[in-house]
């Protein structure tokens, strides 16, 4: 039987005392992190969320004690009674904060026995990740998870904490909301009062933001779940947070310098080096051409650069036809990198083909000759012209990449970022911000045969470009925005439409007509038509946001309980199946599934 | 057209100018809650969240801005450019915080047009609440509506900022849970990737809270949303938001001295009055005895009394027949109100009969008699041994009831509670708060024959009745505390249950066995065999909170998008039916609605 905690109470959690306490009585409670045995004493380190203390056990001291200590197994739950003393000499551990001193105990509870924990509770155990998440009560146990889970929560409150001074308001808003099948998939929620009615989660609180602003609230902010129904790629959860804000009587610059203000105190709170904005603004078309990406890495050179005109006319018909077709060539200069083997040049076109670059051309340059099955098709004259532009020294290795625009610039831009990584060109403890600017309004869907919004319908066109609605759609530019960080968005957002007339041109030129978008979008319209003000807003993604200052690659790591790339809970085993009372109070049949 | 915002920004909120800055430039936005024509100068008051300023266009002044104002209507959303000036004699408003001051308008922006507005935008407007739900951004406008949501975020920052400094760590629990068919009902959402398996929204984070002390956090907190699929009363919503909060190596004393923190934390934020603590302390067999319910309204008197002894022997068989069956008699003194007239002492009638109650028997105490059709069944001595405990002064009005304990206790609780109102006994400016505790862990089910938690399955048992398991559940006391003020509950926790074996025990006694428990509660199991401390928790409903903070009558006045009572929401026109391509991605199909 296990003992029970009574009137004792904690003095002090496991990271606190130091030499200055020696002497003090105190009461710790956590977990048995390690015990160990040593000339008839027994040690325990003993662990909370805050650290580890040694607790001792000396039968010369307090020999029924030490006679209770036999019972204790690594994870057990106890309280301790005792006295802070110093270490002997030669004893002390100068990893720990409290290494200097040791509990010597006096009275002893164990509040909890533990089986056996099916790893080992420290950062570098070797098990795979779905045992780890099946016992996530334990995984959470480790320390890197700790910190984590506890940076995150540190994380937040400096975002709320800078929010609120700035005069935002944290408003619910709600998750039984109504389904708009635009952008991702929604995940449905049936509903039992109006059967065969369904409600949607939110995708993100948009419209409600938006309706907020129209009320007059002015500014809005939320740390919000918010979720998608995809398939789930490596670093995508069904459910995710969001930092959501919206701004009224604004434009881009207010909402920009209110990010960065969010930003800097955040990385101030939580982060490994200080962040300085204003931070480096590039239009989505600079972005494009010099990195191939609209979220470019701009913690390192190795930028793309088009030889299309270069190469055009030349006796390579791979290129010259590329660009007949109105595709372009755009070339990577790895400096340094010609003793590349021909296998791992092979490994990079098979890089690049996931991106489907149907190929990757290269050029060793040596210090007389270039290597390369290409370079015989090309002049003296364009060999010329190409080393100047890409500045090929011996010793570099270039890439090229020959296609349409969006296959090139995905490529080489994938490739860009991985020989970063391979060439340690990357400072891991910098953080280099680009606010992207100038997107595109549209883009045109091939598969659907129709223009679709590039972030979503309530986003403002660039003012100058509004009459170009009709008549030139992709070549509107709209007042969007994303912050990128270390080559990963980290948030994105835009001024919003405020008027109905031009809010209704957009979702024409989306394709919908008149009795489509009343019926998806009525209640927009009609607030837009009760004074609306400007508005603009912006979300950051918390979890990504979380990963890059845990410094760690997966977002599984900084959120408390994950799912896997199933959609999967393995602690609880959800989702499960339902009871045939609960579908039948839904009106619900679920249907043969077909084995594929 | 509307004029664009281009580089013009606000220099003050609509609250923020007073005598004080005379003479200065500012720029206002907002809307335009009333223009008044006088004496050829237009006046308008002009809102935002903050407050009014009137803003003057005089031809005499800026005859071009004067002309343009002409076309300001209600609800127009402007930015004037302007100097402030002091009001002319006689002309000062002290209602208003910039009363003594007006903008003379040397610019006029009109950012946006708008339709007459369906309703006024004041508080005291008599529209129905359908309709204002239905156009919820232009309700939400209205003075209290934003003082509400206002206070809302003030009332979330300031526990936030209460728990962040006891140590307390906010960490997201997923929204996409398993059902575990206990309790009320849940919300279902299907998965897409594991279709005929459906995910719950969670009715609360309880379990994930107590593994998340399994895991060593120590201290957990969240405000968040939670789902029941309830039949909907007026005060209940689909949705509704908790400040969750759970603790390890606790017990009762430390949860309630750190709610009364918190609440004390919120209430000096929001609060119309102080609050002390510690609070009061009641059992519930205390609070079921002198007030019928286990959330009595301790702001007044007019307490219940039990008179089964004294009339158990009587000629009235109504009263001596309930008791001879275990039931009980017990009575309310309506102090003073012997004048109510026999269609009032009817309405009492009706209202018991509400909860069950068959009849209410009443005595009217007047200077010589009693005058009731009950009295001549009563002894001379039963009158008096009455008499003296139920203080029965002429003037008095005493009501019975005669019922099982069940029914008499909830009808005559809610019978003073409804007299507490009518009779003036309340004080609307005081907060009264009470812990109940000693909760009975069991009660039985008659309906399906077995026994059930009162609060959940994981609170724990009172120590010393931990032997009652298996002989007398119904005599069991659990470690639950409820906090009530004013006669709502506004949080309850407990203790949990952190020994694997006592959990067992008390699944069995709910009627589980092992397959059955396993299944739904295995992972539980699990971890409390893991290295589970002691630790217990508390949630606090934050509507009903708010409500009682905003002095209003109803959850949907401090929510800013609430549901009506079938779970719509009017203005987006939640839930709607799902197209046949989500449906079929699910595996789902909706079965034909009876009618009913």
Known sequence: MNDTLGDMRRSHHCNALGA???GAQVVLMGWVQRRRDHGGVIFIDLRDREGITQVVFNPDRNAAVHEKAHAIRSEYVLAVRG????????????????GEIEVMVSELKILNRAQTPPFMIEDQVDVNENTRLASRHIDLRRPSLQSNIMMRHRAAAAA????????FLDIETPFLTRSTPEGARDYLVPSRLNPGSFYALPQSPQLFKQLLMISGFDRYYQIVHCFRDEDLRADRQPEFTQIDMEMSFVGEEDIMAVSEGLISSVFQEVGRAAVSPPFARMTYQEAMERYGLDRPDTRFGLELCDISDIVAASGFHLFSNTVKKGGIVKALNAKGCAGFTRKQIDDFTDFVAVYRARGLAWIRVKEDEWQSPITKFFSEEEKQAMAARLDMQPGDLVFFGADQPGIVNESLGQLRNHLGKKLGLIDENAYEFVWITDFPMFEYDETEKRYQALHHPFTAPAEKDLEKLASDPVGMRSRAYDLVLNGSEIGGGS??????????????????????YEEKFGFLLSALDSGAPPHGGIAFGFDRLMTILCNTSSIREVIAFPKTQKGACLMTAAPASATAAQLGELGLKVRRVEQS
Chains 1, 2 share one sequence.
Do not use: W
């Open 20 to 22: 200055a306490d020696t």
């Open 83 to 98: 006295v802070v003393e110093k270490r002997p000499e030669g004893m002390t551990n100068p990893a720990l904060a409290t």
């Open 495 to 516: 001024i919003r439409i405020h008027q109905k007339d031009v809010q209704v041109r957009v979702l024409e030129a989306l394709g919908m007509d008149r009795a489509e």
């Open 160 to 167: 709320r904490r800078y929010l609120n001074d700035q005069g």
